[in-house]
Every structure is written in structure tokens, then in C-alpha cells.
């Protein structure tokens, strides 16, 4: 069974810091993406195949992602009003295709 549970969310003040988890089962987790009300789905951080990293120019040098075993975290800090978002975990079915998880509210907001 393909199930992702995602967890960190919340509110934050300005330059504070949160950390989101998504555990996978049945399927690889890969990274996260982001959507902000009336904004398409965008990538914030993954792991390539070859399990390099790859973050958006946006985030760089202030988010941080780390797996263990089938946990996908992601490490935020320094956050900016324009993080606010749902943040999305993405995996890879162990038969192929993607699945997304429920999405996580993060708001930055003093």
C-alpha cells in the first residue's frame, strides 16, 4: 500500500525555522514542492536518481533536505512571508509513477 505522511507544518514568525518530514511506504519518497494560492505546483528541494541534490534558486543556502531510510525531511530556516505555501512531498511508486502526498501549511507571517 502507497502511503506518504507528511508532518512540520505551521505558522512562523519571520527568520524563524521549521522542519517538515514525509515518511513513504510502498513507494520511494523523493523531495518536496510547494504551491501558493493562486500559483502552479513549483519544486523547493529533491533527490536526483543519483541522490545529488537539487533545490530551487529561491531556497538556496536556507532549506535543507536529508532522507533516512524512507523519511524525506526538510529543514527551513531563515523563512520569508514569501514561503508561505503548502508544501507537497513527492515519491515514486516502487511500480513506477508519481504520488503526492496530503500537503502541509507553512506559513510565514509576523
Known amino acids: 500500500q502507497v502511503q506518504l505522511v507528511e508532518s512540520g507544518g505551521g505558522l512562523v514568525q519571520p527568520g524563524g525555522s521549521l522542519r517538515l518530514s514525509c515518511a513513504a511506504s510502498?513507494?520511494?519518497?523523493r523531495g518536496w514542492y510547494r504551491q501558493a494560492p493562486g500559483k502552479q505546483r513549483n519544486l523547493v528541494a529533491t533527490?536526483?536518481?543519483?541522490?545529488n541534490t537539487n533545490y530551487a534558486d529561491s531556497v538556496k543556502g536556507r532549506f535543507t533536505i536529508s532522507r533516512d531510510k524512507n523519511t524525506v525531511y526538510l529543514q527551513m530556516n531563515r523563512l520569508k512571508p514569501e514561503d508561505t505555501a503548502v508544501y507537497y512531498c513527492n515519491a515514486v511508486r516502487l511500480g513506477g509513477g508519481d504520488v503526492w502526498g496530503q500537503g502541509t501549511q507553512v506559513t510565514v507571517s509576523s
Open positions: 533527490f536526483t536518481r543519483g541522490g
Open positions: 510502498g513507494s520511494i519518497a
